[in-house]
């Protein structure tokens, strides 16, 4: 099973910031959108940014101004940067990408920020 490989998460104090990385194998073919979940313990995984091939962004309200996302085509590769981090951002992360035929995950990374 083809899974994306993920890296970055860490434990962090309020206001740090972390770099997410996440690259998928360019065997499943031309990505469409790559994006970043995450999910906290007992609550729903939520949308925390998303890129089209073309670059167009799209972010959650609760990370506008403080989380970036970019990607590397030719690497197959999507990043978050995520600066002032607060406690709430607290959560396991997850990477996503969606090709014509399929979406594909990766296995998560965890994101604790103290305060």
């Known amino acids: 099973q083809v899974q994306l490989v993920e890296s970055g998460g860490g434990l962090v104090q309020a206001g740090g910031s972390l770099r997410l990385s996440c690259q998928a194998p360019?065997?499943?073919?031309?990505?469409?959108?790559m994006g970043w979940y995450r999910q906290a313990p007992g609550k729903q995984r939520e949308l925390v940014a998303a890129?089209?091939?073309?670059?167009?962004?799209n972010y959650a309200d609760s990370v506008k101004g403080r989380f970036t996302i970019s990607r590397d085509n030719a690497k197959n590769t999507v990043y978050l940067q995520m600066n002032s981090l607060k406690p709430e951002d607290t959560a396991m992360y997850y990477c996503?990408?969606?090709?014509?035929?399929?979406?594909?995950w990766g296995q998560g990374t965890q994101v604790t920020v103290s305060s």
């Open positions: 360019g065997s499943i073919g031309s990505i469409n959108v």
């Open positions: 890129i089209t091939r073309g670059g167009s962004t």
């Open positions: 996503k990408a969606a090709t014509w035929l399929h979406d594909y």
